[in-house]
């Protein structure tokens, strides 16, 4: 494998993304026989783009996307990410509406709420901000919210399409329909599985006949990204994370993407030569710097041994935020109508895919 020296030169020099000299060595020596993937660049160059249609649509239209964002009391790492979409809404041109609940309140109270967001017209998707307090009933508040807003994926029937996917795209194909999107246009898939799949596909690694091992099984992280690459046609095979990994679990993965935030828990030693590591948890110390992110791959035992690996921060993770901005985008076009308007614009609702490619 050939060194790939830019993508560590730009994630030093990108803006804002201070890193220590520590890490920045460990990816430099990393970088002579393992690529480093990160996806600033990705992100930078799809909201771009994102920003640039929604600045046409809203030209033409007058029309804005409204995100609503239900929080509870305050979480030290829940705030970074809210922060984070806060930063890149606004970077987009999304309008995000936030409402906070306390602890203590009821599931009824968000009910109520969720019922009256799914009524508002200026409203195009709605979003649920983890952890939820114990007093709050997860499944009824993620269930309440209309499936065409719920732009991670998260309610049971927008999950349970996804699980359904492959069936839901024969039928389509054999009713002769485009892409799907004009007979199934109602579907979100989560934000986390749509990054991975936007992040392999644009390093342009190959998917189909190779193998996965996703560890981590939340419904909301390694259930659906596993889900969303065997529709690619890979073989994917989910471990809890919970479980031991043991060299017999990952040595034959072409992949192996993490989905669990237990800090360097996955070693080099365990992989196949010239796979592709995949870390997707991230985890906080008690500062708020860059420096204080772990990741749950042990990168400096992966170099020499896996062929890429991505960094933390850096990796797909990021790019999630980038992928709930367009769900939320998508919503807006099929809830206002303005399918026609957008593939005017040489867009394309696609059924699974990213929106806008890297």
Not at 112 to 120: F, G, R, S, T, Y
Not at 218 to 232: D, E, F, Q, R, T
Request: some cysteine; proline content about 5%.
């Amino acid at each position: 494998m050939t060194c790939h020296i830019r993508g560590v030169t730009h994630f030093f020099s990108a803006r804002n993304r201070p890193m220590s000299l520590l890490k920045a060595h460990r990816l430099i020596k990393c970088a002579y026989s393992t690529r480093i993937l990160d996806s600033w660049r990705i992100c930078d160059k799809i909201t771009e783009k994102t920003a640039l249609r929604l600045r046409h649509i809203k030209e033409e239209t007058g029309v804005v996307p409204g995100l609503a964002l239900i929080r509870f009391g305050y979480n030290a790492d829940a705030e970074r990410f809210i922060q984070k979409k806060k930063e890149l809404a606004l970077r987009c041109g999304v309008d995000l509406h936030e409402y906070k609940f306390d602890s203590s309140c009821k599931t009824e109270e968000v009910e109520e709420k969720i019922h009256q967001l799914n009524k508002d017209r200026s409203i195009h998707g709605i979003v649920v901000s983890h952890p939820l307090p114990s007093s709050i009933d997860e499944d009824a508040v993620l269930n309440a919210i209309s499936p065409v807003k719920d732009v991670d994926g998260c309610s049971s029937l927008n999950e349970g399409r996804l699980v359904n996917l492959g069936e839901m795209k024969k039928r389509a194909n054999d009713k002769g329909l485009d892409d799907d999107i004009h007979y199934y246009n109602m579907v979100n898939f989560p934000s986390t599985a749509l990054a991975t799949l936007c992040f392999i596909e644009s390093y342009k690694l190959p998917l189909e006949k190779r193998k996965a091992t996703v560890i981590g099984c939340s419904s909301s992280v390694g259930l659906p990204i596993a889900l969303l690459l065997s529709h690619k046609d890979m073989t994917c095979q989910l471990s809890h994370s919970h479980q031991d990994i043991t060299p017999s679990l990952l040595k034959d993965s072409d992949y192996v993407i993490s989905a669990q935030g237990s800090p360097m828990k996955i070693k080099g030693e365990w992989l196949k030569p010239e796979c592709t590591v995949i870390d997707m948890g991230p985890t906080y110390a008690a500062s708020a710097t860059h420096d204080d992110m772990t990741g749950s791959v042990d990168v400096d035992t992966c170099c020499n041994i896996a062929g890429n690996v991505t960094p933390v921060p850096g990796g797909p993770g990021i790019l999630s935020q980038v992928m709930l901005m367009q769900n939320t985008m998508k919503s807006m076009v099929l809830q206002e109508g303005m399918l026609p308007l957008y593939e005017r614009m040489g867009g394309k609702l696609s059924f699974y895919q990213p929106l806008l490619s890297y």
